[in-house]
Each structure stands twice: as structure tokens, then as C-alpha cells.
């Protein structure tokens, strides 16, 4: 999957001075690109028997849905507060500078289902460990991680203990 990196557009001092931004609309525009990630992050779950695909706000909510579709799941979105219309399961997770919460409708994923979790990046690997953490809550079966970028430095995949990780490109 190195030849998505081509399509990556990286964008310096974005959204602040010395980070390094890795942009995917170049890749999303760009229809093999788009079918490639979709294929990919789909390919390692078929036959596995996936329930659910959740997709992390905002940009696991481009690839998710589609993954979903593709192994004949359902999709259920992760959002910020405030944003789902019924009752909702929350967690607070830590950010290098504060605190974030995150939040699933309470009837999103029933016990025992098994669950795929599909996002655009792992950095710190902080908020895939929340979405874990809801996932359990929920009683759903986690299965396993797909990330289209992993930043490897930041070793985010060190807070997922015991998961299943996997991403289509690294940096």
C-alpha cells in the first residue's frame, strides 16, 4: 500500500507550527486511490464475520460506512457530544492538552455482536483506546483496528494491548 503515500499530501506547520499534517483529500479524490484504502481495510476482515463497523468522528465516517457495505455489516458511528438524538454511552479520555469525550447510542452494538473499528490515523492511539473502551462497555466483541495512517513514532498502537492494529500506510 506505499503507493498511497504518493497521493498523501503532506502539509507543514498544520494546524500548528512543527506538525507535520498529513492530508487525505489528495488520496480521496483520487478514485483507484479511494477504491485501494476501501479494499484494503475491508480485505483483512472478509469471511470474519463483522457485525458492525464503527467509524470515529469525523474522518473514520468517509471510510467506515463503506467498509461496512463492503463486508455486509452495519455501520455505527462514534461522535462528540452533543451530536447523537438518543441515549448515548460516554467516555472521557485524556488529550496531550486536556480532556475529550466521545459518545455511542446505548443501542448502537448489542452484546456478544463483533465489532471493527475503522479510522483515518493512529497517532497517540488515545482515542482508539476510548472507542475501545465503549465498545467493551456495550458488551460488543472488539475483533480488531483498521487505520488508513499510522504514525509510527507516536506508537499509538502500544495503548491497544491485545487488539488486533492495522494500517495501510506508515510514517
Same mark, same amino acid.
Given at each position: 500500500?506505499?503507493?498511497?503515500?504518493?497521493?498523501?499530501?503532506?502539509?507543514?506547520?498544520?494546524?500548528?507550527?512543527?506538525?507535520?499534517?498529513?492530508?487525505?483529500?489528495?488520496?480521496?479524490?483520487?478514485?483507484?486511490?479511494?477504491?485501494?484504502?476501501?479494499?484494503?481495510?475491508?480485505?483483512?476482515?472478509?469471511?470474519?464475520?463483522?457485525?458492525?463497523?464503527? +467509524?470515529? /468522528?469525523?474522518? !473514520? @465516517?468517509? $471510510?467506515?460506512?463503506?467498509?461496512?457495505?463492503?463486508? #455486509?455489516?452495519?455501520?455505527? *458511528?462514534?461522535?462528540?457530544?452533543?451530536?447523537?438524538?438518543?441515549?448515548?454511552?460516554?467516555?472521557?479520555?485524556?488529550?496531550?492538552?486536556?480532556?475529550?469525550?466521545?459518545?455511542?447510542?446505548?443501542?448502537?452494538?448489542?452484546?456478544?455482536?463483533?465489532?471493527?473499528?475503522?479510522?483515518?490515523?493512529?497517532?497517540?492511539?488515545?482515542?482508539?483506546?476510548?472507542?475501545?473502551?465503549?465498545?467493551?462497555?456495550? +458488551?460488543? /466483541?472488539?475483533? !480488531? @483496528?483498521? $487505520?488508513?495512517?499510522?504514525?509510527?513514532?507516536?506508537? #499509538?498502537?502500544?495503548?491497544? *494491548?491485545?487488539?488486533?492494529?492495522?494500517?495501510?500506510?506508515?510514517?
Amino acid at each position: 500500500m506505499n503507493h498511497l503515500k504518493s497521493l498523501i499530501r503532506e502539509v507543514p506547520d498544520f494546524p500548528k507550527p512543527g506538525i507535520l499534517f498529513y492530508d487525505i483529500t489528495t488520496l480521496l479524490k483520487d478514485a483507484q486511490g479511494l477504491k485501494s484504502v476501501i479494499d484494503g481495510l475491508s480485505e483483512g476482515y472478509r469471511g470474519m464475520d463483522i457485525d458492525t463497523v464503527v +467509524g470515529i /468522528e469525523a474522518r !473514520g @465516517f468517509i $471510510f467506515a460506512p463503506a467498509v461496512a457495505y463492503a463486508l #455486509g455489516a452495519g455501520f455505527v *458511528p462514534v461522535r462528540k457530544p452533543g451530536k447523537l438524538p438518543a441515549a448515548a454511552e460516554r467516555v472521557e479520555y485524556a488529550l496531550e492538552y486536556g480532556i475529550d469525550v466521545l459518545e455511542v447510542h446505548r443501542d448502537a452494538v448489542e452484546i456478544g455482536k463483533r465489532v471493527l473499528v475503522v479510522d483515518d490515523v493512529l497517532a497517540t492511539g488515545g482515542t482508539a483506546a476510548a472507542v475501545a473502551q465503549l465498545i467493551r462497555k456495550l +458488551g460488543g /466483541e472488539l475483533v !480488531g @483496528f483498521e $487505520f488508513v495512517i499510522e504514525l509510527d513514532f507516536l506508537k #499509538g498502537r502500544e495503548r491497544l *494491548p491485545g487488539l488486533d492494529v492495522r494500517s495501510l500506510v506508515h510514517y
